[in-house]
């Protein structure tokens, strides 16, 4: 069936490090990606997002790449701080689905000071 | 402009009961949509509003449905309460879903904690 994967449920980086996160997903139809990070206690939160005619966005600190032809999706985050530490979901959608998201299980990336 | 807004926070119910989450969109967005989150299960679609109509729906039971008001408040009702409905209830609202290829970004509220005892 359809899914949103990722390689890694947790990653470690130093303060200062730069940080990919990975997604990998299934179907060739979806279209538009999202990135979300979600803090404890809190609601998912926009960082960024891709549609599929473009393979690459930057944002402010962050990138996101899309490699369709091996449908794979990362969010880079640039000078990772502690304040960037969270659980990090990636969300796919299919545009004849309307606005269902499909999300990955995340991963949780944790900064050391 | 204020965020999307959930209410209850945090509900506590018992099992066979039933409960009524409400979600007050940002302004001026047309669409919600409605999502479970569990540790096990991760993040789950449940259904989606626009004008008023249900636009989209997951593959959840029928206990689990919803309802969307003229002014784009939305509400979400679990009848017959399960342990397993134990969950974070989020909702998510975004300016318009366009009938053609593009998606517009779902921001979501902080989520409404259900425990069911």
């Known amino acids: 069936g359809e899914s949103v994967g990722l390689h890694l449920p947790t990653l470690s980086v130093q303060e200062g490090d730069n940080s990919i996160i990975n997604c990998a997903y299934s179907?060739?139809?979806?279209?538009?990606f999202i990135w979300y990070k979600q803090e404890s206690g809190k609601g998912p939160q926009f960082i960024i997002d891709?549609?599929?005619?473009?393979d690459k966005r930057q944002g402010q600190r962050v990138t996101v790449l899309l490699n369709k032809t091996v449908k794979h999706l990362s969010l880079q985050i640039a000078a990772t701080q502690p304040g960037d530490s969270a659980v990090y979901f990636c969300?796919?959608?299919?545009?004849?689905?309307?606005?269902?998201?499909?999300f990955g299980q995340g991963t949780e990336l944790s900064v050391k000071p | 402009k204020a965020g999307v807004t959930q209410t209850p926070r945090y509900l506590i119910k018992t099992r066979g009961q039933q409960v009524t989450l409400s979600c007050s969109p940002i302004?001026?967005?047309?669409?919600v949509s409605w999502y479970q989150q569990t540790p096990g299960q991760g993040l789950q679609f449940l259904f989606e509003?626009?004008?008023?109509?249900?636009?989209n729906k997951g593959n959840f039971p029928g206990r689990f449905s919803g309802r969307q008001f003229s002014n784009s408040r939305s509400e979400m009702n679990v009848s017959t309460l399960e342990l397993g409905d134990s969950a974070l209830y989020l909702c998510?609202?975004?300016?318009?879903?366009?009938?053609?290829?593009?998606?517009?970004?779902?921001?979501f509220g902080p989520g409404t904690r259900l425990t069911v005892l």
């Open positions: 509003y626009f004008s008023e109509t249900q636009r």
């Open positions: 891709i549609r599929s005619n473009m």
């Open positions: 998510a609202s975004s300016l318009h879903p366009s009938g053609g290829r593009v998606t517009d970004t779902q921001y």
């Open positions: 969300a796919e959608n299919i545009d004849n689905q309307g606005g269902k998201l499909i």
């Open positions: 302004s001026g967005h047309r669409s």
């Open positions: 179907n060739s139809a979806s279209d538009y």
